[in-house]
Each structure stands twice: as structure tokens, then as C-alpha cells.
Nanobody, 125 residues
Framework: QVQLVEAGGGLAQAGGSLRLSCAAS????????VGWFRQAPGKERDFVAA????????YYAESVKGRFTISRDNAKNTVYLQMNSLKPEDTAVYYC??????????????????WGQGTQVTVSS
């Protein structure tokens, strides 16, 4: 079992920054992919970014490329999402997730089998 706890959400102004963290416990996630998804009210849960922990390979949704950066801290078993140049359309609940199956970087929510509780990010214009 893997338990995930997100933190760092909150309110930011357009153009501002926030850093989300996702702390994993229960077992190490160093052999897996860890992703961030977001879900706005009335919309589906969308892929944001992910990292294949063992090799550090990353992948981003086009909508956040160049603004968001995903990284990991081996010692803390934690993944971060640094969000810069925030836009009102970034407003959503952000979830981190772990995929223990397959290879590469999964892009679909159904490919992830452990999820955190989510953290709200609100960007005002």
C-alpha cells in the first residue's frame, strides 16, 4: 500500500507561484511513476505532469509546459510540483498519484492505482 498526502495548495494571484508537495509513505515509490492531475468543477480529471522516479524522466501537459516543474526528493520520498506564471484556468483540485504498473510515464488517470486526497489551488485574476 502507498499513502499519499498533498500539501501546498492555496490562493495565488495570476502570475504568481505555488509549490505543491506529495509525500509518500507505506512503501518507497522509487521504482514507479508519480503524476499530478487536476480537476476543475464539472470537468474531468486531467493529466498535468509526471515523473518516472528511477530515471527522472518527466512529461508535461501542453497547457503547463514551461510554467510547471515536477521534481522528486529521494531522501524524503516526496514529489513536488512547482507552479509558476499561474493563470486563472489553473484553478482546480490537484491530486498526486502513483502508478505501480507498466513502464514509461502513464498519461491517463486509470493507469494510476494510488491517489492522494487532493489540494485546492485557486488563482485569481
Amino acid at each position: 500500500q502507498v499513502q499519499l498526502v498533498e500539501a501546498g495548495g492555496g490562493l495565488a494571484q495570476a502570475g504568481g507561484s505555488l509549490r505543491l508537495s506529495c509525500a509518500a509513505s507505506g512503501r518507497t515509490v522509487s521504482g514507479y511513476a508519480v503524476g499530478w492531475f487536476r480537476q476543475a468543477p464539472g470537468k474531468e480529471r486531467d493529466f498535468v505532469a509526471a515523473i518516472r522516479w528511477s530515471v527522472g524522466t518527466t512529461y508535461y501537459a501542453e497547457s503547463v509546459k514551461g510554467r510547471f516543474t515536477i521534481s522528486r526528493d529521494n531522501a524524503k520520498n516526496t514529489v513536488y510540483l512547482q507552479m509558476n506564471s499561474l493563470k486563472p484556468e489553473d484553478t482546480a483540485v490537484y491530486y498526486c498519484a502513483v502508478s505501480t504498473t507498466g513502464w514509461g510515464i502513464p498519461l491517463n488517470a486509470y493507469e494510476y492505482n494510488y491517489w492522494g486526497q487532493g489540494t485546492q489551488v485557486t488563482v485569481s485574476s
